[in-house]
């Protein structure tokens, strides 16, 4: 079993940057491939990001590849998304979701056991 809690959201303007972090409890977390979805108002949550349980691969959505970045610090139990660039079309809740098992990276939310509480993301034009 794994708790996640994201962090770092906030109210930024269009052009701006912003890292979130997420922080998981438990044992193994470096047994866990992590991802970011995110849930616009009226929308479907969506993938953003994903990172395998080592850290050594990653993958996108084609809307945020190049300016989004996905990283993971399994001494601290911590996943990360720098975003940069960011657009008013980012704004969302952004979920932090773990899934057990390496070696690959998933983009289907139904393929994530455990889920965060959300962080908020508003970008202002």
Same mark, same amino acid.
């Given at each position: &079993?794994v708790?996640l809690?994201? !962090?770092?959201?906030?109210?930024? &303007?269009?052009g701006?940057?912003? #890292?979130?972090?997420?922080?998981? !409890?438990? #044992?193994? $977390?470096?047994?866990?491939?992590?991802?970011?979805?995110? &849930?616009?108002?009226?929308?479907? #949550?969506?993938f953003?990001?994903?990172?395998?349980?080592?850290g050594?691969?990653?993958?996108?959505?084609?809307?945020?590849?190049?300016? $989004?970045?996905? !990283?993971r610090?399994?001494?601290?139990?911590?996943?990360?998304?720098?975003?940069?660039?960011?657009k008013p079309?980012?704004?969302a809740?952004?979920?932090?979701?773990? #899934? $057990?098992?390496s070696?690959?990276?998933? !983009?289907?939310?139904s393929?994530?056991?455990?889920?965060?509480?959300?962080?908020?993301?508003?970008?202002?034009?």
């Open positions: &079993q708790q809690v994201e !962090s770092g959201g906030g109210l930024v &303007q269009a701006d940057s912003l #890292r979130l972090s997420c922080a998981a !409890s438990g #044992r193994t $977390f470096s047994s866990y491939t992590m991802g970011w979805f995110r &849930q616009a108002p009226g929308k479907e #949550r969506e953003v990001a994903t990172i395998s349980a080592s050594a691969t990653t993958y996108y959505a084609d809307s945020v590849k190049g300016r $989004f970045t996905i !990283s610090d399994n001494a601290e139990n911590t996943v990360y998304l720098q975003m940069n660039s960011l079309e980012d704004t809740v952004y979920y932090c979701a773990a #899934r $057990f098992g070696g690959a990276t998933y !983009s289907a939310r393929q994530y056991a455990y889920w965060g509480q959300g962080t908020q993301v508003t970008v202002a034009s």
